[in-house]
Antibody, heavy 118, light 112 residues
Framework: EVQVLESGGGLVQPGNSLKLSCATSGFTFSTAWMYWYRQFPEKRLEWVARIKAKSNNYATDYTESVKGRFTISRDDSKSSIYLQMNNLKEEDTAIYYC?????????WGQGVMVTVSS | DVVMTQTPVSLSVSLGGQTSISCRSSQSLVHSDGNTYLYWYLQKPGQSPQLLIYKVSNRFSGVPDRFSGSGSGTDFTLKISRVEPEDLGVYYCYQGTHYPLTFGSGTKLEIK
């Protein structure tokens, strides 16, 4: 059974940092392309970042609004990915979802809430 | 960025009825590899989005055949037949062809 579980969310002040984790099981993680998405309070969904597998040199990509502030990474030995979020802004407040996407589908976690507020 | 325009914003359907949702993209979703990476999701209240349809018309594992997807290029449709109570929620289309990857704004389905 595929499992995707996010952790690390919480309340943080503007300008501060937070690191999200996503632990997975039930599939071959080392060859998986992994994604972070977020859903804003008004329910709008946004893709945040993607990291490819080792065979693709762990290539990363980001939505424009987080470039230079967020970093996606992975640890294949732990079947986990991470999202390091620096210089957080109030507009980063959202539920953050981790997802495994493959050729014929995907699996999402249940999400973790990040609130950026003073 | 590719803009995904979904219509209608909301709809109300009787149990057992049929309905459809439209999704139009601002540019063709045909990838250079020949595939069209258009997906449909349903987000039930309090849950994360769940995949219904991948690559325009393929039902994801466990998705009932009441759900069907069609379309090509820039114009896509999700049809739901024999609507059941568990179909309520917000439906989103999503394109995985062009970066940044983008979602439609959602269609809220209510049961009459």
């Amino acid at each position: 059974e595929v499992q995707v579980l996010e952790s690390g969310g919480g309340l943080v002040q503007p300008g501060n940092s937070l690191k999200l984790s996503c632990a997975t099981s039930g599939f071959t993680f080392s060859t998986a392309w992994m994604y972070w998405y977020r859903q804003f309070p008004e329910k709008r969904l946004e893709w945040v970042a993607r990291i490819k597998a080792k065979s693709n040199n762990y290539a990363t990509d980001y939505t424009e609004s987080v470039k230079g502030r967020f970093t996606i990474s992975r640890d294949d030995s732990k079947s986990s990915i991470y999202l390091q979020m620096n210089n957080l802004k109030e507009e980063d407040t959202a539920i953050y979802y981790c997802a495994w996407r493959y050729y014929s589908g995907d699996y999402w976690g249940q999400g973790v809430m990040v609130t950026v507020s003073s | 960025d590719v803009v995904m325009t979904q219509t209608p914003v909301s709809l109300s359907v009787s149990l057992g009825g049929q309905t459809s949702i439209s999704c139009r993209s601002s540019q063709s979703l045909v990838h250079s590899d020949g595939n069209t990476y258009l997906y449909w999701y349903l987000q039930k209240p309090g849950q994360s989005p769940q995949l219904l349809i991948y690559k325009v018309s393929n039902r994801f594992s466990g998705v009932p055949d009441r759900f069907s997807g069609s379309g090509s290029g820039t114009d896509f449709t999700l049809k739901i037949s024999r609507v059941e109570p568990e179909d309520l929620g917000v439906y989103y289309c999503y394109q995985g062809t062009h970066y940044p990857l983008t979602f439609g704004s959602g269609t809220k389905l209510e049961i009459k």
